[in-house]
């Protein structure tokens, strides 16, 4: 563990003499509101409907000619940025299993070029699932990108991608980020936790 790394969760093995930056375990409200969502393809069903606060609805597409990837995409609009720090996937789930596998998040701020901002795998099911990484980049345009999924109806052609709801925050206002320091006294691990004014990126 080196020093100075900001990290959201405590690391297994901190070396003495280390300063931890963790981060804040709290998050504003969704983002991914007022603004126009997007999809490669919507053979299934729009893109608007996996932001639409109904998780009755989603957006899907795939079939046996069109295969993955899939993207859905969100522009917040003009003049409008955020530093996400938190995805979440609500993922449609058939009898056969979940709509949603490996995945990428990338941001933007001229919808041409993409920064990778989270690599991950949602369980087999329609369970909603928080994906947490680090960011300091404000981004206008945010882009969850599917390629692959379980759930096929026991037909693997159909190259499912279908999400009921895909939300995104940042920290909450106000938040802190805990500064940590690793110290010893005697054999004890000592950790000093001081909470910074305001937290920063
Ligand atoms: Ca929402
Ligand atoms: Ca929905």
């Not at 998050?27 to 009755?56: E, H, I, K, M, R």
């Not at 941001?107 to 949602?122: F, I, R, V």
Request: hydrophobic share 40%; proline share 4%; with cysteine.
């Amino acid at each position: 563990m080196g020093q100075n790394a900001k990290i959201s969760e405590l690391p297994a093995n901190p070396a003495v003499g280390d300063i931890i930056y963790r981060a804040p375990a709290t998050y504003g409200s969704d983002f991914f509101t007022g603004g126009t969502p997007s999809a490669s393809s919507v053979d299934l069903a729009p893109a608007a409907q996996a932001f639409d606060n109904n998780a009755g609805t989603y957006w899907g597409t795939g079939g046996a000619a069109n295969p993955y990837p899939h993207w859905v995409k969100y522009d917040l609009g003009v003049g409008v940025a955020k530093i996400a720090r938190r995805l979440t996937i609500t993922p449609y789930s058939d009898v056969s299993g979940g709509c949603v596998g490996n995945f990428t998040l990338h941001g933007s701020n001229d919808n041409t070029n993409w920064t990778l901002l989270y690599t991950g795998t949602h369980a087999n099911s329609g369970t909603i699932e928080n994906y947490d990484f680090a960011n300091t980049v404000a981004y206008r345009y945010y882009k969850i990108t599917v390629s692959s999924a379980y759930a096929s109806n026991g037909d693997a052609t159909h190259n499912y991608a279908l999400i009921v709801e895909a939300e995104i925050m940042e920290f909450a206002a106000g938040a802190k980020w805990q500064k940590l320091a690793i110290g010893t006294s005697g054999q004890t691990l000592k950790v000093a936790a001081t909470l910074l004014p305001a937290w920063t990126t």
